[in-house]
């Protein structure tokens, strides 16, 4: 049986991990599983359950565990044909880790990789990226700057209008850049325990950092 291949996705908030989640489930032919995409789009749903997820993400503030391993569990089921998935957001603090690991094993007993590829940038530059981000509701991401959409308020991919995260002011970043420290940095240990940290320096070109990330993954056969 062919092993199953998994992979995390960690960094501060605006460190690249969306633009480059896509183009490694480009390549590798993966799906994604991005809990701050499921959960902003049930927001947008407007349904009861998704303005009590507004007021939690617009402050920047985690969402409860049991919500987000519900929606993990339910997005793991409906790809458990393919041969893995990379995880964009999850897990965010330990006991999320925990019930990550449980469920793989509990589903793919030994038979199956995962690898954690953290991208580091600096608060400074964070802030940077997060005021010039503009996204649309299809999950496509731009810079003003950087990765620049042709009109500057146009998807390139679905042609609708992009718009402003709210938690991307200023103060809300700040936020969480703090729970990030808080909850995620302890976290990173458990990888690098086991030797299974790709780190990877966020301040360069995103074309630059792509072709890192395959690098690394290439030397560990992924
Ligand atoms: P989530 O959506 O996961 O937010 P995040 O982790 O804070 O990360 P971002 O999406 O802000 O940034 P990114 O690293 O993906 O950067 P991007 O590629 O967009 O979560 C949002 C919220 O949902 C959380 O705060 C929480 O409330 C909730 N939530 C989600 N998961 C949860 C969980 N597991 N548990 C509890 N709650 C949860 O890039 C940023 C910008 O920079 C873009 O404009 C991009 O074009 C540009 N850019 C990217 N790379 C470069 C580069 N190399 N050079 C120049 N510009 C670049």
């Not at 509990?106 to 530059?125: M, P, T």
């Not at 390139?156 to 969480?176: A, G, Q, S």
């Not at 420290?181 to 030797?195: A, C, D, G, M």
């Not at 074309?207 to 690394?216: K, T, V």
Request: hydrophobic share 35%.
């Amino acid at each position: 049986m062919i092993k199953k291949n998994f992979l995390v996705f960690f960094g501060p908030p605006g460190s690249g991990k969306g633009t480059q989640v896509e183009k490694v489930s480009q390549k590798f032919k993966l799906p994604i599983i991005s809990t701050g995409n499921l959960l902003r789009h049930e927001q947008e749903e407007g349904t009861p359950f998704g303005k009590k997820l507004s007021s939690i993400l617009n402050r920047g503030e985690l969402v409860p565990d049991i919500i987000i391993n519900k929606i993990v569990a339910e997005n793991l089921e409906k790809i458990s044909n393919i041969k893995g998935a990379i995880f964009d957001g999850f897990p965010r603090n330990e006991k999320q880790q925990k019930f990550l690991l449980r469920t793989l094993k509990k589903v793919y007993k030994d038979n199956f990789n995962i690898y954690a590829v953290l991208i580091n940038l600096s608060e400074k530059i964070i802030l940077e990226r997060l005021t010039g981000r503009r996204v649309c509701e299809c999950g496509e991401t731009y810079h003003l700057l950087y990765n620049p959409p042709r009109n500057k308020n146009i998807c390139l991919k679905c042609d609708k209008k992009l718009f402003i995260r709210e938690d991307d002011k200023p103060v809300i970043v700040k936020n969480r850049i703090k729970i990030y420290q808080r909850e995620i940095v302890p976290i990173l240990k458990f990888w690098e325990n086991k030797s299974s940290l790709i780190i990877i320096n966020g301040k360069k070109k995103i074309s630059e950092i792509n072709r890192n990330i395959f690098r690394e993954l290439k030397k560990i056969n992924f």
